[in-house]
């Protein structure tokens, strides 16, 4: 078992860098923007339509939220 606990530690050290998680946000951001992009040709949906709709949103009451522990209705204890 402890063998298996220091393969798996050395396995993160390599991996889990900082440039190593850079690139995996980049290549879920790029999954993330072809899904979009496929749902938007599914759904006869422009670019233009989709800005408009964002900006008939009222966002006015989004403020950033400093607390590590967010809920969908915010910040916990109003941090």
Not at 35 to 59: C, F, Q, S, T
């Given at each position: 078992?402890?063998?298996?606990?220091r393969?798996?530690?050395?396995?993160c050290?390599?991996k889990i860098?900082r440039?190593?998680m850079?690139?995996?946000?980049m290549?879920?951001?790029?999954k993330y923007?072809?899904?979009l992009?496929?749902y938007?040709?599914?759904?006869?949906?422009n670019?233009?339509?989709?800005i408009?709709?964002?900006?008939?949103?009222?966002?006015?009451?989004?403020v950033e939220?400093?607390s590590p522990?967010v809920t969908?209705?915010g910040?916990?204890n109003?941090?």
């Amino acid at each position: 078992m402890q063998s298996i606990i220091r393969s798996a530690n050395a396995w993160c050290q390599d991996k889990i860098t900082r440039q190593g998680m850079a690139r995996d946000m980049m290549k879920q951001i790029q999954k993330y923007e072809l899904a979009l992009n496929d749902y938007m040709d599914e759904h006869a949906y422009n670019r233009e339509m989709l800005i408009g709709k964002l900006h008939d949103l009222e966002l006015d009451d989004l403020v950033e939220c400093k607390s590590p522990m967010v809920t969908k209705r915010g910040c916990l204890n109003g941090e």
